[in-house]
C-alpha cells in the first residue's frame, strides 16, 4: 500500500525539466553527419566489408543524438556466409563538451571525447584505467554527401594506427 502511495506522489508530480537545455547547438559540429548513409562497397575479398550503412538522427526530444550503423563481411576461407556487424552510439552534451559512448553486438564499449571543426569530427577514447588500447574515429566530408570514415587504434602506449577506412554516401 506504501508502494502504491508513493508511485501515486510521483505520478501527479508536474513534470519540470531537470536542467535548462545547453544554450545553443551541442551537435553543431555534428550536423552535417545527420541522414542516412551507405557505405562504397568492398572487392567482396574474404574478411573485408561487402556492404554496411549508418545513420545519424535526433533522439529524446532533441537532447542526444543517436547514431545506428550496420556492416557485412565476405567469408573468410572455411565459412558458408560472412560476419556481421551492428553498434550503437549515442551522443550527450555535458559540462566539458559532447561525449559519445559506443556499444556494439561483440560487447565492445567505447566512452568517446568528441571535438570537430567545420566538415570534420573526431571520437577519442580517454586512456583507460588499466593498460589498455585507445580508439579514434574520425568523419571527415570529401565532397557535398561524401564522408570518408576513418578507425584507429593505439596499442598500450602506443601511437595510433589506422584500423580500417572507407567512404560514405549520404542517400
Known amino acids: 500500500m506504501?508502494?502504491?502511495?508513493?508511485?501515486?506522489?510521483?505520478?501527479?508530480?508536474?513534470?519540470?525539466?531537470?536542467?535548462?537545455?545547453?544554450?545553443?547547438?551541442?551537435?553543431?559540429?555534428?550536423?552535417?553527419?545527420?541522414?542516412?548513409?551507405?557505405?562504397?562497397?568492398?572487392s567482396g575479398k574474404p574478411g573485408e566489408q561487402?556492404?554496411?550503412s549508418f545513420s545519424f538522427s535526433l533522439g529524446?526530444?532533441?537532447?542526444?543524438?543517436?547514431?545506428?550503423?550496420?556492416?557485412?563481411?565476405?567469408?573468410?576461407?572455411?565459412?558458408k556466409q560472412g560476419a556481421k556487424h551492428e553498434d550503437?552510439?549515442?551522443?550527450?552534451?555535458?559540462?566539458?563538451?559532447?561525449?559519445?559512448?559506443?556499444?556494439d553486438d561483440e560487447g565492445h564499449v567505447i566512452e568517446y571525447g568528441v571535438r570537430s571543426?567545420?566538415?570534420?569530427?573526431?571520437?577519442e577514447s580517454a586512456a583507460p584505467a588499466a593498460p589498455g588500447p585507445r580508439f579514434?574515429?574520425?568523419?571527415?566530408?570529401?565532397a557535398g554527401d561524401v564522408v570518408e570514415v576513418t578507425f584507429f587504434v593505439a596499442p598500450p602506449g602506443g601511437e595510433y594506427q589506422r584500423y580500417v577506412s572507407g567512404l560514405a554516401h549520404r542517400k
Not at 9 to 36: E, H, I, K, N, Q
Not at 88 to 103: D, I
Open 60 to 79: 529524446l526530444d532533441g537532447h542526444v543524438a543517436v547514431r545506428h550503423a550496420r556492416a557485412k563481411f565476405a567469408p573468410k576461407p572455411g565459412q
Open 88 to 103: 550503437l552510439m549515442v551522443l550527450s552534451p555535458g559540462a566539458a563538451g559532447l561525449r559519445a559512448t559506443y556499444w
Open 136 to 142: 579514434k574515429l574520425v568523419y571527415e566530408q570529401k
Open 2 to 42: 506504501k508502494l502504491a502511495v508513493s508511485l501515486l506522489c510521483l505520478l501527479s508530480l508536474p513534470a519540470m525539466p531537470l536542467a535548462a537545455p545547453p544554450a545553443g547547438d551541442p551537435f553543431a559540429g555534428v550536423r552535417f553527419l545527420f541522414g542516412d548513409w551507405l557505405a562504397s562497397e568492398g
Open 117 to 123: 571543426e567545420p566538415g570534420r569530427a573526431i571520437f
Open 50 to 52: 561487402t556492404a554496411g
